[in-house]
């Protein structure tokens, strides 16, 4: 995939790659969405189709076995499968959050081995930060990593871990300095098969029920100093380098999510008659598929020109991060609730995919930090 992208007209290459995305996601993964959520069961016809075609994890570098695909094909891969299951978008984008800071910060065996397994499919990865007493303000964690000889030994609780359970690999960010708060924060990779990792009830969630979310225990979890990611004290700075990049597919799955929604109730008001009429004839109908549209195109554009900033590595991409989270992740709430609201009564049930795109979209004003959070990430870093 051509590292440099032309941020106002996307690829041959890129084009080809949403192609292939859309018609494995439509014949693969949409047959299955309603019945993933419906049932709350994880998506493994999805997980098995992205690693059949080595969808799964599309960011790792090449030279680690991966696809090497760049920020934007990786947005697109993600949007096209949000498009029809949100859930299943979470595969690719929390491998890529999850694998990120060993990717960003790891010594070269660590790359090797981690990024070269997920690559392979051999498993996938979680990405644990939040506690149940640290959220918002995730430097508060309590999870603690103590040095003993050639081993680090962690205790605590992670909650809200996304693919926990499924996941074979964990980035797990710990206190080893409790004196110097977000500067004594270590970053690991902790294996599912560790001694003393183990996992709570999956949570019952408004959306994405079909990707697990759970809690994580670490009870004198014994690993080897060599699994640590980067310096010791350097975790939380990795963590947040890692959300820089990954709101970026969060923005992706909101506006994948939108576009579904979009697309259902633009379909859908041809063919309802109302008054004598399909209701896509009234001016009321219309101007709503209109806005909805402007939205989206719109979160669109900055999720593409936030991509464009993460694989250059740009100064600003932290602003661009979280104003692309923050405003496709609104866009989609939004946009959803129009879907619903032009379908009647119809859009109010399940028989309908329209009312899950809703359930589904909110959660993108809420992970990798509530839009809140955003803005005062943004205010913090204005361009
Ligand atoms: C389904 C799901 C999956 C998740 N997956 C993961 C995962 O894989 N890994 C992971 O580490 N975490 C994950 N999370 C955790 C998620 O990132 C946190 O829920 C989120 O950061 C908010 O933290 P909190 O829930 O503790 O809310 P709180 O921090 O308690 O916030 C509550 C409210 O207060 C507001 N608030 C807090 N501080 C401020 C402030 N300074 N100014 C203004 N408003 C503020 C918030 O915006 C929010 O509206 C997941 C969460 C969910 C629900």
Redesign the pocket.
Known sequence: MSQDFDLFRISEEHGMLREAVRSLAEAKIAPFAAEVDEQGRFPQEALDALRGNDLHAVHVPEEYGGAGADALATVIVIEEVARVCASSSLIPA?NK?GSLPVQLSGSEELKAKYLGALARGEGMF?????EPE?????AGMKTRAVRDGDFWVLNGV???????GVSEFYTVMAVTDPEKRSKGISAFVVEKGDEGVSFGAP?K?LG?KG?P?REVYFDNVRIPADRMIGAEGTGFATAMKTLDHTRVTIAAQAIGIAQGALDYANGYVRERRQFGKAIAEFQGVQFMLADMAMKLEAARQLTYAAAAKSQRGDADLTFFGAAAKCFASDAAMEITTDAVQLLGGYGYTRDYPVERMMRDAK?TQ????????QR?VMARNLP
């Open positions: 929390v959050l979680s990405y644990c930060l939040s640290a959220g918002s303000d995730a992670k909650r809200w871990i996304t693919n926990a949570e969630k994405i990707s979310t959660i809420i992970y990798e930090g509530t839009n809140q959070v005062i």
